[in-house]
């Protein structure tokens, strides 16, 4: 059975393609357009995920959609009853009721077929419990929390999970949404752009959360269920202007009267004050999560949580929650976003159709990926005889990682894209900048002269997993995919101060040679030359989508004036 999953009208539209029960490609469309977030429909996404199968339109059994416009019919009749003077909502519903003939369209504009027999519309939060991929493992009396800004008007929804049974216990309606509560706050703060709220969590760490029970008091009716105060919000208006998802302000003049005046953008030296509302939102945050998950874990004797939707990035809260030994185990996918819900509405689609599900899935790595003769014929032919470059092919892979690991032992940074790309938000090294932790100005190179960004971001390390409980408060906790945030220990506070951000926190990236063979080889030899069993890694972007073909690569490269480029085992180095 072959089933094309699509995420759109959300942000980050995206595409995948399962077969037979096992994931084979996914892409997201910003890194076909180079629009952060896009939400153009994947045609792009589409097309990859049929040619890269050797499949055509007519060979998919059902396309499947991470939405479905009936779903809380009540909920939302009730709401429009609510807000009889508000264009936005008729607006909004109109486009809603659309979306099927929308879909439909689209298809039919493309392929020219109309697939309305094959296509599934799976509710918003379903599709994201489904991308947790809970199916792949034993499951007893295990959450599943979902939460994000709002999906099929769910703001929260929470299931129960014994092996492959799915139930829902527990859902939130819209506008009572822990995203638009995070992103007033972010847009607050002057970061305008939707899908900043990351930079909002990396300043937390700068603030106290001082200002966390005068955020309670006026801004949160009730903890739970959640109910915000709109006395000071206004209603979420999401809008696409050329293809970005915008949502409006969201923060009204009475929360101006009761916080003050917000940041402006332009401003570059963040005032305290700002930090700790930063630090205090995302404190009431934590606690509102916590109200929900002890409830639930109290009343089922849950020993595993899984964690999806968009709010699920913020990887602050999943290090509380490991912190809080509530759970045996945390688990999270690598994209837990709207991009993911593609995903997890072609898995939701699979199981309902008894397709035996392989549990061997190769999931963060389902991007596209370019050959060595690829990359000779579209870049290395076209360079060869220009004097800036040195060129140089390793034919043995362990000889690349002997010869990479000591280019980052002499400080260089190095651009590393290898394979097949990753599906989600994060570089998990094979579309990364990497470089050496132990350089105690390397975060202010990397910000500022390399990925031209504000200076206060952190970064996150990629650490051989044997290794890291000697450096990180691991807690028996698996990070697999960098989303959840751990204390560092003392001697990486002292020894590797590039990967420990202001809170005395990291990001971790843990590794074992089955995750990804090549990345895990060159922080091997890495250790060897020099004890330090970590890299930096972040992705390979600057202030554009993660790249995705060598072409994007060898353009950053080119702007950035980086020494070294690896594209699969070709070495390209700038002559200074
Ligand atoms: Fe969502």
């Known amino acids: 059975m072959i089933i094309l999953g699509i995420n759109w009208r959300h942000g980050d539209a995206a595409a995948c393609i399962v077969i037979d029960g096992k994931l084979s490609s996914a892409v997201e469309e910003e890194r076909f357009t180079k629009i952060k977030n896009c939400s153009h429909f994947p045609i792009n996404s589409i097309k990859y995920c049929l040619s890269s199968n050797n499949l055509t339109i007519d060979d998919i059994d059902y396309i499947t959609v991470n939405s479905q416009t009936k779903y809380n019919s009540l909920g939302k009749l009730i709401f429009i009853f609510k807000n009889l003077f508000n264009k936005f ?24 077929k109309d697939i309305k027999d094959k296509i599934i519309y799976v509710p918003h939060h379903l599709a994201h419990a489904y991308s947790t991929l809970f199916f792949l493992e034993d499951n007893q009396n295990s959450l599943i929390f979902s939460f994000d800004g709002s999906g099929d008007f769910s703001t929260i929804e929470l299931y129960l999970v014994n092996q492959t049974k799915i139930k829902l216990l527990e859902k939130n309606y819209f506008p009572h949404s822990l995203g638009f509560y995070y992103m007033a706050f972010t847009q607050f703060l002057g970061f305008k752009n939707y899908g900043d709220e990351y930079k909002v969590m990396g300043l937390s760490a700068l603030g106290s959360p001082i200002y966390a029970d005068k955020i309670k008091k006026y801004l949160i009716k009730n903890e739970y269920p959640l109910r915000l105060n709109f006395k000071y919000f206004n209603i979420p208006e999401v809008t696409y202007f050329k293809h970005r998802p915008n949502v409006e302000l969201l923060f009204n003049k009475q929360f101006i009267d009761i916080f003050g005046e917000p940041r402006s953008s332009k401003e570059e030296n963040i005032k305290q004050i700002y930090k700790d509302y930063a630090a205090s939102m995302q404190q009431v945050f934590e606690d509102i999560v916590f109200g929900y998950l002890n409830k639930f874990q109290k009343q089922f004797n849950s020993k595993k949580i899984y964690l999806t939707g968009g709010c699920a990035l913020n990887g602050m809260l999943a290090g509380k929650i490991v912190e809080s030994k509530l759970f045996n185990e945390i688990r999270m996918n690598p994209n837990p976003g709207d991009a993911g819900g593609a995903l997890g509405s072609a898995f939701y689609q699979a199981i309902e159709n008894k397709c035996v599900i392989d549990k061997n899935q190769n999931i963060p790595y389902s991007g596209p990926s370019y050959t060595n003769s690829f990359i000779k014929k579209n870049i290395i032919n076209k360079i060869i005889d220009n004097k800036k470059f040195n060129i140089e092919f390793c034919e043995k892979d362990e000889d690349l990682s002997l010869n990479i690991a000591k280019k980052i032992k002499e400080h260089k940074i190095v651009f590393w894209h290898q394979d097949g790309m990753e599906w989600g938000p994060r570089a998990l090294g094979n579309r990364s900048i990497l470089a050496d932790p132990t350089d105690i100005n390397i975060k202010n190179i990397l910000n500022s002269k390399i990925k031209k960004r504000e200076l206060f971001r952190p970064f996150a390390p990629v650490v051989l997993k044997n290794y890291s409980d000697d450096y990180f408060y691991m807690h028996e906790q698996d990070s697999k995919y960098m989303n959840i945030v751990f204390k ?14 202001d809170d ?5 990236q843990t590794i074992e040679i089955t995750d990804n063979k090549k990345l895990y080889n060159l922080i091997t030899e890495f250790n060897k030359l020099t004890a330090c069993p970590m890299l930096i890694n972040t992705s390979l972007n600057i202030n554009a989508p993660i790249s995705m073909s060598p072409m994007d690569s060898f353009n950053f490269f080119l702007i950035s004036e980086i020494e070294v480029l690896i594209l699969n085992n070709w070495i390209i180095k700038l002559n200074k």
């Open 89 to 112: 909502i008729y607006k909004n519903i109109k486009l809603s009721l659309l979306v099927k003939k929308e879909i439909r369209y689209q298809f039919y504009y493309y392929f020219n």
């Open 488 to 501: 560092a220990k003392e001697n990486t506070i002292q020894k590797f101060p590039g990967v420990v951000h």
């Open 504 to 508: 005395l926190t990291s990001r971790v």
